[in-house]
């Protein structure tokens, strides 16, 4: 099959935003940059941008009624297949929206929970992103049997067909959430006592923002061959080996990575995976450094590491992709202040290294730089952890 016929059978999208008041333009177009790779992830073709600066989203169509209608127009002109909106519609808007656009309509946590489905390969994912899209679907049930609202039945009666139906519907997906957080909970009571098998080894987590190098960086430590693509979410299961720096073994876990506005519903479904994270010794937090917003992104891991219990462990920064930093190197009759783009790589280097209180390393895991020292730094940090475990162990050192 030619790449042009696989284009041709891909969705085109068009993707659309709201800048709010505290909200610069070129984050608007970082955020999109985003979902447009999240598209691609899902395989779909985005042809188009549309953005509207509001004080906040409209609560009944998220954007403008003119720039609804503006939309509406250019998806009708060229044959879009899907609208993909930058934030979690409600389903009052979602339906508002549908009605007004001649092709399908995603919001963000939709297009995020499709991604996770498709990636998920073991039972045990599947069934997280299972629970977390019934969540997802509960609330959005009414006003699927609309068309029957006006169905009446025999004397004594409560309501209509469609009323009937929307509490069937929410019947079958509150027991099918029932169902699968126990099968949820059964599978976390194995994987406990998986992790309760493993002795008083030291652990440490790979965590960070998706499609940072977590991956390519625990085959290039632990020597094994974990999946590992330039896509958004390539790590859905998390991975433990065991690893041996010089004499001292440890464990090293992969983890999914985290992402802007990360679906409630993933967070809650996916506590059990994060287990990993909540119980390390040591966080290996890695930071694609080429990425021209990687402190936004540095920000929300952190946010999201707070909001699973896991805020207060050690930490050691990895910046990785060092290979693929560029910067514009001011002019000298530009009095302008620099901003961070105008830094170098060494003058960046400084500045975070001259950040008291979080130890860190400038490393690319693809061209193997920096590797040698990230393996010292990070087997003295693990020493020390195991010194304080087993402080008359010292044969090992």
């Not at 209608?69 to 929206?97: H, K, M, Y």
């Not at 895991?365 to 990070?378: H, Q, V």
Request: net charge neutral; hydrophobic share 40%; proline share 4%.
């Amino acid at each position: 099959m030619t790449e042009t016929t696989e284009q041709i059978k891909k969705e085109r999208a068009v993707l659309v935003a709201v800048t709010n008041d505290r909200q610069e333009a070129r984050q608007t177009e970082e955020y999109l940059d985003e979902l447009e790779f999240l598209a691609a992830t899902a395989d779909i073709i985005p042809v188009k941008r549309f953005t509207q600066r509001l004080p906040m989203p409209n609560s009944r169509i998220y954007v403008g009624p003119g720039k609804l209608e503006e939309i509406a127009a250019w998806c009708e002109a060229e044959g879009i297949d899907v609208a993909i909106f930058d934030d979690e519609l409600s389903p009052s808007q979602t339906r508002n929206i549908e009605q007004a656009l001649p092709c399908r309509v995603l919001d963000r946590t939709r297009l995020i929970l499709d991604i996770f489905m498709s990636r998920a390969k073991t039972a045990y994912a599947r069934t997280q992103v299972q629970l977390a899209q019934y969540e997802y679907m509960l609330p959005r049930l009414a006003g699927l049997w609309t068309h029957l609202e006006r169905q009446r039945g025999g004397t004594g009666t409560r309501g209509g067909a469609g009323e009937r139906e929307i509490e069937t519907d929410r019947r079958i997906v509150r027991n099918r959430i029932a169902k699968l957080k126990e099968d949820l909970r059964k599978i976390d009571c194995q994987m406990a006592i998986q992790r309760g098998n493993r002795g008083s080894l030291v652990r440490v987590a790979l965590v960070g923002y998706t499609n940072v190098g977590k991956s390519t960086i625990m085959n290039l430590i632990s020597k094994s061959d974990v999946f590992a693509e330039n896509k958004l979410f390539a790590t859905l299961d998390t991975t433990v080996r065991k690893v041996v720096l010089e004499n001292l073994p440890f464990l090293l876990s992969d983890t999914v990575g985290f992402i802007r506005k990360l679906p409630t519903e993933l967070v809650e479904s996916f506590k059990s995976t994060l287990d990993e994270v909540r119980e390390a010794d040591l966080l290996l937090h890695v930071v694609d450094i080429s990425h021209p917003g990687f402190e936004d992104q540095i920000a929300v891991v952190n946010q999201t590491l707070r909001d699973i219990g896991a805020g207060d462990k050690p930490v050691f920064l990895v910046f990785n992709k060092i290979d693929a930093y560029h910067f514009v190197r001011k002019a000298e009759d530009d009095l302008t202040p620099a901003d961070r783009e105008n830094l170098s790589l060494e003058e960046l280097k400084q500045s975070w290294i001259a950040r008291a209180g979080t130890p860190c390393i400038f490393i690319s895991a693809r061209d193997r730089i920096g590797i040698d020292k990230f393996r010292r730094d990070l087997y003295g940090m693990v020493r020390e952890i195991h010194a304080g475990r087993y402080p008359f162990n010292n044969f090992l050192y």
